[in-house]
């Protein structure tokens, strides 16, 4: 659950949800925004990508990918190699607030941490893992 907003029904409260974004938008005006996906096959999800370029369309947006039974897992085109005591931090801070997700069977510090090992993998990080976004536009 985001804010008061059910779990799976984001698209059918999206006019309230896309108040919320334009309120945060007034609020500060980030240098770098993360969101879903664009592909991701989670309706919640996917209309928050979408609000998400919708709201910030002049800024830096990555789109991190997550791991989950419907396959949408991809090729970004954007990494980001961590350092090994940044992947432990971030995978303690997964588990620790997203316990809605823990039920789940894929929700796992094993599953994490391969992830970033694929991803440094592919990125040739010097630690050995990394990060990896979808990047639709860039301009420095």
Not at 82 to 108: C, I, M, N, Y
Request: glycine share 4%; proline share 5%.
């Amino acid at each position: 659950m985001v804010r008061d907003y059910r779990d799976g029904f984001l698209p059918w409260s999206g006019a309230a949800v896309k108040d919320e974004f334009e309120a945060l938008k007034r609020e500060f005006a980030p240098d770098l925004v993360f969101t879903h996906y664009r592909q991701d096959r989670h309706q919640d999800h996917r209309l928050v990508s979408d609000l998400t370029w919708n709201t910030w369309r002049d800024h830096l947006i990555l789109e991190y990918e997550i791991p989950k039974y419907d396959g949408d897992f991809g090729s970004p085109n954007f990494f980001a190699a961590l350092p090994a005591a940044t992947l432990d931090r971030k995978v303690g801070l997964l588990l620790e607030h997203f316990p809605s997700q823990k039920r789940r069977a894929w929700f796992t510090e094993d599953l994490f941490r391969a992830v970033a090992r694929i991803r440094g993998m592919e990125s040739a990080a010097p630690q050995a893992v990394a990060e990896a976004f979808y990047c639709r536009k860039a301009s420095f």
